[in-house]
């Protein structure tokens, strides 16, 4: 099971964002981070806890290892607005975080 | 870059069998770097990982789900299949098909085709 927290994340625009991910079980650094924009599909941010994806501001980071992971984003910018999701593809079965849901403040 | 395709009812019947298509372009459903997944979201919901299909034909499945969930795979057409039988309003939602890069993540998703079930 992932646990993300908050469940909702108001943060004014420049400001810093620290999104939390836990697993019930360890997923060693097998962990990836989506952001899902109204209407849109998923798309991955972040694998392998810490390596963004193609294209992805340098401003998204991740870190963490075994049970407890963090996405950081260091300065809020009006697109990062959007629910965000870590996804465990350590174990079988893969498994996906509720969400959290960043606001604008 | 793969770009995948869902293809299948929009409203399926309670009680019946959900069956979706997923077709895989710029690139081969056989590789055996990728998972091929299916993920699903309830209106208004989070992201519900329903099960994996290797290349091989070797599916793992959502606990929650593996009783009524089966994944297939065609080499030959590039695509990749699941079926859901008995479904429930419950299992209204946008299905997702996903290529899964060993050791990434779900690196390129279908655009989601939404499956209603009525009464």
């Known amino acids: 099971v992932m646990t993300q927290s908050p469940a909702t994340l108001s943060v004014s625009p420049g400001e810093r964002a620290t999104l939390s991910c836990r697993a019930s079980q360890s997923v060693s650094t097998n962990l990836a981070w989506y952001q899902q924009k109204p209407g849109q599909t998923p798309s991955l941010l972040i694998s392998e806890t810490s390596t963004r994806a193609t294209g992805v501001p340098a401003r998204f980071s991740g870190s963490g290892s075994g049970t407890q992971f963090t996405l950081t984003i260091s300065s809020l910018q009006s697109e990062d607005f959007a629910v965000y999701y870590c996804h465990q593809y350590n174990n079988w079965p893969h498994t996906f975080g509720q969400g959290t849901k960043l606001e604008i403040k | 870059q793969l770009q995948l395709q869902e293809s299948g009812p929009g409203l399926v019947k309670s009680s019946e069998t959900l069956s979706l298509t997923c077709t895989v372009s710029g690139g081969y459903i056989s590789s055996g770097n990728y998972r091929w997944g299916w993920i699903r979201q309830s209106p208004g919901k989070g992201l519900e990982w329903i099960a994996s299909?290797?290349?091989?034909?070797?599916?793992f499945y959502n606990p929650y789900l593996e009783s009524r969930v089966t994944t297939s795979i065609d080499t030959s057409k590039n695509q990749f299949s699941l079926k859901l039988s008995s479904v429930t309003a419950a299992d209204t939602a946008i299905y997702y098909c996903?290529?899964?890069?060993?050791?990434?993540?779900?690196?390129?998703w279908g655009q989601g085709t939404l499956v209603t079930v009525s009464s």
């Open positions: 299909v290797l290349y091989s034909g070797t599916s």
């Open positions: 996903a290529s899964h890069l060993i050791y990434v993540g779900y690196v390129s």
